[in-house]
């Protein structure tokens, strides 16, 4: 039972505190996971060696309609594991393993995205060998749309994806981030290959040949974003310096219809070299414009707009605000191992619905790097109301130090708090269910629109609540070769409701939808009310 | 004469000789040069200094000299033309002599000592490096030893790994062999005062600074750190009028107006750590490239490589012990302060105190000595940074080359001009150091 899902209680307890709430009063409320890894069922590691020291990633997705995110946990040179998630609204979670034609070996990660646009979730994976689009068949079963869809899976080394509809198209444009060329032994160092980028056909009902994206510099996480709310999403790339010659980060213009372009310094573009592992991106400061978490190896970046023009056109020129931020997490935070830390996935969300966005942050040593700590716990950095962040990993009780990769931060039980699992290289996966007792209230909702792109991949959604704005975009990549589908979650705090505007894919912002807390809701393009949605 | 060959060209023309010899070995005959063994795992070891994240330039000094005298030693034991370094490096007692009346084979003694190196140097890179050293090991262990009788392969290799088991017992005392943090330390009390240095980098691990004790290790060929001292930069003075405001003035405006050229020169020395070989590195890939060209023995090959690292390797320590005797501010920070506050650099701004510039100091160090073994205005053309897409660049002599190395830090934005002028003096001074060594017989 939490605080504050019930309107009444929350109303009582915000009297009795006397407008001041106990979990606003001494800074963030620190969140409260348990381990249910093992009660859960999950039993799943990524295995295997040098071609595996990158990937590792997980994929939540509801693929029976039920609403309760599935997962695909990827297992390296050994078959992935796919969970149905049969866990109760507000229970114990609770995973069973089933056959769902998704168990290929190689599988570095995975990305949910409804490529046929017909309502079943399918899902690419991303392969050290050929990468495979597995078509969804209803009731958690796929089956290999390769031939069906002329999708090129190749023969390379990929961790990222990205996904985009671009203006107009019924099929939507994947991207995928390849890393080095694994046959080149004895100087792998220079050898990053190709990225692709799979855009419709002229029919727009399959895929194009790949056109490659050069150059490319050994990729570890990519996303789509509307960097300028102009409308158009361009391609983010993080790529990893210890194997590129000449290269940095990348953003490529993707105008329909025209080559890739990439943005340059003549653009504004800033030069940034890093060892570039996951992505993920929020509006953190407020300045309406998407913001980017980058991690990395002794260092991580969170990058906002240098400028933001009075005309509303910006350059692509950031800043690096991490430090200011509090989130540079170079290092353990805790126990004795001081030594650098290793970032990996990482995804933004408010795990205690206080209506601040949360950094998350998977961390593990890439294979027992002696410069590098050992014992690299996960971050939990909890944003304050000064906007400054927090570490609360330990104290939230995700401190592992496996040696972690890919993970997901998920409601997989309905309840309103996100909970988390991470894939750990060489060791189980781990599972927590988010059991705190005095987080704030929540919206979650889903988008949905008729015909191509049903998931609206691409809108940008902006929240109202007690006088604050929240803001992000609905976008398929980032992470690490990790993706989500499904449920949108807002912290909201002791405010009882919300108006929710999102700017729909090549549309302006709709009319605000109304939303109570503590509650489930599908919007739909073209209907001003929000559909109710309870978990069963 | 021109050094033209990139990288990995290069790297894949010694092994596709070292292939050639591997097909004429099944004629029993050890064909493996020893000259091809230094350049095949020198080109390596480049590799590895630039892909382990400990290898900030003044640790990958280190470790050019430290294998360029275990290379040497190595080929001096046996050679008439070679003179030991023991008793003229510092603290470096002699080796053991090969045992006479025994057949040795330059080439296995040479890959034991190099294997065994770039273990010592190197076990803490990443798994890909491990992955390259483990296959590479292999295979060049399998060609030296190839057409070579058993008992010869066998009294080689203990005598290379002899070598380098007493290099590295005497590296193991000389204050920096043992890198934590990447460098930067974890505790660290800044001097108080106007001018002296604070952090530039808003990097967590940089509020410190790299190295701090780094002067203190023990030298090479000069007697301590402080053998080349340098006059205290210009007083630090936020008056328009004084020399300190001038020099910074002439950075900030001469980064406003920085020509084409001069952003190329700037980037082409840029060689930062993780991206490149390093500044040192930089010296070693021309000087590879020379030796190739010239189509150097093993003597000679070893000749170069050990006075160039040693001279690199001493300029660093030097240099680093004026750093942090200094201790100056960065241009950024007093650009900042006193004359433009929105003023950015060309260059990321190294994290560690400005007086004198790093680059400068080895840069002239490395001039000195390679002009002594390839004489006077001896023009070159240096590719380092050819698979990085940056062009290659012609110079007239060694010395034009470290001044360009010590002005692009000025077009840069990371160097006053003292550091960079004085620097390259302080070089020169250590460089004479190491040629005063005496190799030859």
């Known amino acids: 039972m939490k605080l504050f899902r019930s309107p009444s209680i929350a109303v009582l307890l915000a009297t009795l505190c006397a407008g001041s709430p106990a979990w606003a009063q001494d800074g963030p409320v620190i969140p409260a996971f348990t381990d249910e890894t093992a009660a859960a069922g999950i039993n799943s590691t990524y295995e295997g060696q040098w071609e595996y020291m990158v990937g590792g990633g997980a994929a939540a997705f509801d693929c029976n309609e039920d609403g309760f995110p599935d997962l695909l946990l990827a297992g390296g040179e050994k078959p992935t594991h796919f969970y149905r998630n049969a866990s109760s609204s507000g229970g114990a979670l609770k995973f069973v393993t089933e056959t769902s034609g998704l168990e290929l070996g190689e599988v570095t990660g995975g990305y949910p995205i409804d490529i046929d646009s017909d309502g079943v979730m399918d899902i690419v994976l991303l392969r050290v060998g050929e990468n495979v689009v597995m078509r969804g068949l209803g009731n958690c079963k796929f089956e290999r749309a390769n031939e069906a869809w002329d999708f090129k899976g190749g023969d390379a080394w990929s961790i990222a994806m990205a996904a985009t509809w671009e203006k107009n198209a019924a099929w939507p444009t994947i991207a995928i981030g390849n890393y080095i060329d694994r046959t080149e032994e004895m100087s792998p160092w220079g050898s990053c290959t190709d990225n692709w980028l799979h855009r419709p056909d002229a029919g727009g009902t399959k895929f194009a040949p790949p056109v490659a994206l050069k150059p490319s510099y050994c990729a570890l996480s990519m996303l789509f974003s509307d960097w300028d709310n102009s409308g158009t999403t361009a391609l983010r790339v993080s790529n990893d310096r210890e194997y590129y010659e000449g290269g940095q980060e990348q953003m490529w213009r993707l105008l329909p219809g025209k080559p890739p372009e990439l943005y340059t310094e003549a653009d504004g573009w800033k030069y940034l070299r890093i060892w570039g592992m996951g992505v993920a991106t929020y509006d953190v400061d407020a300045d309406g414009y998407p913001d980017y978490f980058l991690t990395s190896m002794a260092d991580n970046k969170l990058q906002t707009l240098a400028n933001v023009p009075a005309d509303g056109k910006p350059s692509p020129s950031y800043k690096d605000i991490a430090y200011a931020k509090g989130v540079t997490a170079h290092r353990p935070y805790t126990g004795t191992d001081l030594r650098p830390s290793t970032g990996w996935h990482t995804q933004f969300e408010d795990v205690n619905n206080d209506g601040l966005v949360d950094l998350f942050i998977v961390k593990g040593n890439v294979a027992k790097m002696p410069d590098f700590a050992e014992k690299d716990p996960n971050n939990l950095l909890l944003q304050g109301a000064d906007g400054k962040f927090t570490e609360a990993g330990d104290k939230a009780g995700i401190a592992s130090v496996l040696v972690g990769r890919g993970g997901a931060m998920v409601d997989f039980n309905l309840d309103g708090l996100l909970d988390l699992v991470v894939v750990n290289r060489w060791e189980n996966a781990q599972l927590w269910r988010n059991t705190s007792a005095t987080a704030g209230n929540w919206i979650e909702f889903r988008l949905t629109q008729d015909g191509p792109n049903r998931d609206a991949s691409g809108a940008v959604i902006e929240v109202k609540s007690g006088g604050k704005v929240m803001r992000r975009e609905v976008s398929v990549g980032g992470g690490h070769a990790s993706g989500q589908a499904g449920w949108i979650h807002f912290g909201l705090g002791p405010n009882e409701s919300a108006e929710v505007r999102v700017r729909w894919p090549n549309a302006e912002w709709s009319a605000p939808y109304a939303l109570k807390a503590n509650q489930f809701a599908i919007l739909k393009r073209g209907r001003s009310e929000a559909a109710a949605w309870q978990p069963k | ?441």
């Not at chain 2, 292999?138 to 007493?166: F, I, L, N, P, T």
Request: proline fraction near 7%; aromatic fraction near 10%; charged fraction near 20%.
């Open chain 2, 1 to 441: 004469m021109t050094m033209q060959l990139t990288r990995r060209s290069a790297m894949f023309m010694t092994a596709a000789a070292l292939s050639t010899s591997t097909v004429r070995m099944a004629q029993a005959e050890p064909t493996v040069k020893a000259e091809d063994v230094i350049i095949a795992w020198y080109k390596l070891v480049l590799e590895l200094v630039r892909h382990t994240p400990t290898y900030s330039p003044p640790v990958a000094s280190r470790s050019f000299a430290y294998v360029g005298v275990a290379v040497y030693e190595a080929l001096a034991s046996g050679s008439s033309s070679l003179r030991t370094l023991a008793g003229q490096l510092n603290g470096l007692k002699p080796l053991a002599a090969r045992e006479p009346g025994q057949q040795y084979d330059n080439a296995v003694i040479l890959n034991a000592v190099l294997a065994r190196a770039v273990t010592d140097f190197f076990g803490n890179t990443g798994p890909t490096g491990q992955h390259v050293m483990e296959r590479f090991g292999a295979k060049r262990r399998d060609e030296v030893r190839a057409g070579v009788a058993q008992g010869v392969v066998a009294q080689s290799e203990a005598y290379g790994e002899a070598v380098m088991a007493h290099i590295a017992e005497w590296a193991a005392s000389d204050g920096g062999a043992k890198i934590e943090n990447m460098g930067f330390p974890y505790e660290y009390q800044l001097t108080k005062g106007e001018g002296h240095w604070v952090p530039t980098s808003t990097i967590g691990q940089q509020q410190m600074p790299l190295l701090p004790d780094w002067g203190n290790n023990r030298t090479f060929a000069m007697k301590n750190g402080a053998a080349c001292p340098l006059p205290p930069p210009p007083a630090y003075s936020e008056d328009p009028a004084s020399e300190f405001y001038k020099q910074a003035l002439e950075v900030q405006q001469t980064t406003k107006t920085l020509t084409p050229e001069q952003k190329t020169i700037a980037r082409f020395w840029s060689d930062d750590p993780m991206l490149s070989p390093t500044p040192p590195g930089h010296w070693m890939w021309i000087a590879i490239g020379l030796l190739e060209a010239e189509k150097a023995n093993a003597d000679r090959i070893a000749d170069v490589l050990v006075r160039l690292g040693i001279a690199v390797a001493d300029g660093f320590i030097g240099c680093w012990a004026a750093k942090f005797e200094h201790d100056l501010l960065r241009p950024v920070t007093y650009i900042r302060k006193v004359i433009d506050p929105k003023w950015e650099t060309l260059l990321i701004t190294p994290p560690f105190p400005e007086y004198p510039s790093g680059h400068s100091t080895q840069s002239g160090a490395a001039a000195v000595v390679l002009t002594q073994l390839f004489g006077e205005n001896f023009a070159f053309v240096d590719s380092t940074h050819a698979r990085d897409g940056i062009k290659p660049r012609a110079f007239p002599s060694f010395w034009a080359a470290a001044e360009e190395a010590g002005i692009s830090r000025l077009y840069g934005g990371i160097h006053f001009r003292a550091a960079i002028e004085l620097g390259l003096e302080q070089g020169r001074c250590i460089g004479l150091h190491t040629n005063a060594l005496r190799t030859r017989t």
